[in-house]
């Protein structure tokens, strides 16, 4: 079961962030690169996490087209970091999907030219503690 | 040894909600020298006042103690009721059982066991006060107004009026201050100019008020009734008795290529120079920095066309001193600076400007005589967009966490005129909230939105970029509609955040006046006394003390007035005698003490001491001014031998309620 306040809890645990800073200015959307291709937009990630709304997030495609340039951390004038929200996020969806960490025989099929092995590596990496 | 009588406050429920008050009147009764011990519900009241005047008179009480708020709020109040009924005031003690104990506390009979010990601790003290007596000092009859701007000339014309000597230290060659630089004022778009012109005159015209223009504060002695100032009039190269303000000498000037501050560098002025053709003095004034004949020795074209021979390249700074009884602050404010919202496009584009530079682009004297043109090419733009909230409410280093306060209605005022003057522009106004509490201001905004067609957007502006069209796009986001948008527009005009001048910071510590992160002037009361510091004798006006508005910088500028004339009119002040007092038998004339003072009360004296020996050897003791001291103390914590001691707070006394508090 979803809880809410627990989710808010964890997501402001995750990102640091203190939603109650917002004075709702909407400088994050406003300077969004990427905006047209977001379902929600910085600002309502905000508003959406103060609300307990986190689930609606986690579903949203949102969460992979941000491209985290940033640019609402950078120009917020209250320090808010709504970027911090949609990382944390999409590590509360990492979380929740469990161990996925790559397994050597899966390598060959999913190499190709443009793969950096740094991704290679990092995959290894991912939930191996 | 003393009779003291209790008193223990309610407060309503401020108090008696946490604290078991009975239990504190009861327990404190048991204390020596404590004769009664009662509880009342407002002990500030009236007949709170009267229980404890009658208990004076019936019970020969010597020593009072009340446990109630913070002896800054009511200490006056119950030092005066003892006084009225023939008590010393200084017998009577206050233990803060409000502030200091009941609203930091939770636990009912943690707070209450608290109070009792700070209520022992005040009986321990009243045990050893002795009855003081104030000094009285002379009040010198004039006032000083630092800041020649709204404020101050209404501060200065009120004062006036009462009949008093009134000086303005304006550090501008004329007085008029930002409102000078405004097109029309809201609600009512009356013309600056219009309505504070004439007012500037009657300031130049009084006999009681003196205009010292392009003038500073560098020093302040003494205190409330009796300050010394020391004035820079710093040098104009002309004589302003001489000058007739005819202006030739300022168009025959060869060096014409000085960005002209008063227009905000959109213009350029002459090396010698008249602000504007309103400016109180109207007299010329020469830029050092830039006239030939100072800087190089080549040019004296004004001193052969002066007729009145009041050019003078030889002129020197001056410092005069003058004597005070009070002074009011009136620094007021400036626009941040734009630069750092880099996002915004301040630097990159002409077209960006800040509002006070819109307001010089529409002011009928301005760089384009009232035209609205675009800076970057003299063409009549067609789509502004105002970006409201630029460094306000900012809490990053770029701007400023308060809200502005006049930045609405200032931009409302901008979209209107520009929409009514010309109906051809489309006016788009980017928001965060619009605030406009006071009278007549929303019904304003209202009209820019409703009878003017201004269109409204609730969303801040991400980014202006520069096109290649010589246009501006502003993206921003409408936070109603839920989408972002792209505007191309002509000009963007900022509405920047207000800053205290930055000369406030330096004469604040000249003053020991308090201010607060921001650097604006803290008041001593923020809602009983807002138009006072909480040095004696300093008054603030304007936007010294935090973003204001016209009409409310005249409220307080004539509150001030006010203030100041009631000063003026006593011919003597009664001093604190909480002053610091030196035993001399103990002084060993170190100087330890007079380093501290930061009033400059301590001074050394070449005195004769009869010796035990019946010889007689001449020491050198420290005597404290107690008209200059301030009570503070430091020369008492400094004082190696333990001669210094404060009146009203011995060391005896002190020591006395720690060891109640602890043993």
């Known amino acids: ?129 | 040894m003393q009779k003291i009588g209790v008193f223990v406050c309610h407060c309503g429920t401020n108090i008696a909600a946490t604290v078991d008050v009975e239990q504190v009147a009861q327990a404190l009764g048991k204390e020596p020298g404590v004769v009664m011990a009662v509880h009342y519900q407002y002990m500030c009241s009236q007949s709170g006042q009267d229980m404890i005047k009658d208990a004076i008179k019936e019970k020969g009480l010597t020593g009072v103690v009340i446990c109630s708020c913070s002896p800054r709020m009511h200490e006056a109040t119950f030092r005066k009721a003892a006084a009225s009924v023939g008590m010393n005031p200084f017998m009577v003690e206050i233990a803060n059982i409000r502030e200091q104990c009941s609203w930091i506390h939770k636990d009912r009979q943690e707070a209450t066991q608290k109070a009792i010990a700070l209520g022992r601790a005040a009986i321990a003290k009243v045990h050893l006060n002795a009855p003081l007596t104030a000094g009285e000092t002379p009040v010198a009859k004039k006032a000083l107004v630092i800041g020649g701007g709204i404020a101050g000339i209404q501060a200065a014309l009120d004062i006036a009026e009462a009949g008093f000597e009134v000086d303005i230290v304006e550090k501008e060659p004329t007085i008029g201050g930002k409102m000078t630089q405004l097109d029309k004022t809201f609600p009512t778009l009356d013309c600056a100019a219009c309505i504070l012109t004439p007012k500037m005159v009657e300031c130049a015209q009084n006999d009681k008020i003196h205009i010292l223009s392009y003038s500073e504060v560098t020093k302040v002695k003494g205190f409330v009734g009796n300050f010394d100032v020391t004035i820079r009039r710093k040098a104009r190269y002309v004589n302003e008795d001489k000058c007739t303000g005819c202006g030739l000498c300022t168009q025959k000037c060869p060096q014409k290529k000085i960005p002209n501050a008063f227009n905000l560098n959109m213009d350029m002025r002459r090396a010698i120079y008249i602000p504007f053709a309103q400016a109180v003095p109207k007299v010329a004034t020469i830029d050092p920095d830039h006239c030939k004949m100072l800087t190089s020795g080549k040019c004296g074209l004004c001193a052969t066309v002066c007729t009145a021979g009041a050019i003078d390249y030889k002129q020197k700074d001056k410092f005069i001193e003058q004597k005070y009884g009070a002074i009011v602050v009136a620094t007021g404010f400036n626009p941040i600076k734009a630069d750092a919202f880099n996002e915004l496009g301040y630097n990159q584009s002409k077209d960006v400007v800040t509002s006070l530079e819109y307001e010089r682009l529409m002011n009928a004297a301005g760089p384009t005589d009232g035209t609205l043109l675009r800076p970057s090419d003299g063409k009549h733009p067609k789509t502004i967009v105002f970006v409201q909230c630029v460094g306000s409410r900012d809490t990053t280093c770029r701007g400023k966490e308060y809200c502005s306060k006049i930045c609405c209605m200032y931009t409302a005022k901008h979209a209107m005129l520009t929409r009514e003057k010309y109906p051809d522009t489309d006016v788009y106004v980017f928001y965060i909230d619009v605030r406009t509490p006071g009278k007549g201001f929303d019904e304003f905004y209202r009209r820019a939105v409703e009878q003017y067609g201004v269109h409204y957007i609730k969303g801040q502006v991400g980014k202006v970029s520069p096109l290649s069209d010589g246009t501006l796009e502003v993206q921003a986001s409408d936070l109603l509609m839920d989408e972002q948008l792209k505007i191309k527009a002509d000009m963007v005009v900022l509405a920047v955040a207000m800053e205290a001048d930055k000369t406030a910071r330096p004469l604040a510590t000249m003053l020991t006046a308090s201010m607060d992160t921001n650097d604006f002037f803290t008041e001593a009361h923020p809602k009983l006394r807002p138009v006072e510091s909480p040095t004696a004798g300093i008054f603030l006006a304007g936007a010294c003390q935090g973003p204001k508005d016209i009409p409310d910088t005249v409220a307080q500028a004539g509150a001030a007035a006010s203030k100041v004339i009631g000063l003026l009119v006593k011919n003597n002040l009664k001093g604190n005698p909480c002053v610091a007092h030196c035993n001399e038998n103990m002084c060993n004339g170190c100087s330890s003490c007079e380093h501290v003072c930061a009033y400059g009360a301590i001074t050394y004296v070449a005195k004769e001491f009869k010796m035990p020996d019946r010889t007689i050897a001449i020491r050198r003791v420290a005597q404290v001014n107690p008209a200059v001291c301030q009570g503070c103390g430091a020369c008492t914590v400094t004082c190696p031998s333990g001669a210094m001691d404060l009146q009203g707070f011995s060391n005896r006394e002190i020591m006395a309620e720690v060891d109640a508090i602890c043993l």
């Open chain 1, 1 to 129: 079961m979803d809880d809410p306040k627990k989710m808010k809890a964890q997501i402001e645990d995750i990102s640091h962030v203190d939603v109650r800073k917002c004075m709702r200015c909407g400088k994050c959307s406003a300077t969004c690169p990427n905006y047209d291709d977001m379902e929600y937009h910085p600002h309502q990630f905000v508003c959406m996490v103060e609300k307990g709304e986190i689930r609606k997030l986690m579903d949203s495609n949102s969460i992979y087209t941000c491209l985290s340039c940033f640019a609402c951390i950078e120009r917020c004038p209250r320090q808010v970091e709504p970027a911090k929200l949609i990382e944390a996020t999409r590590l509360m969806v990492e979380r929740e999907r469990g161990a996925n960490h790559l397994k050597p025989d899966m390598i060959v099929q999913k190499l190709d030219d443009q793969l950096p092995q740094q991704a290679l590596a990092s995959a290894f990496r991912k939930y191996t503690k």
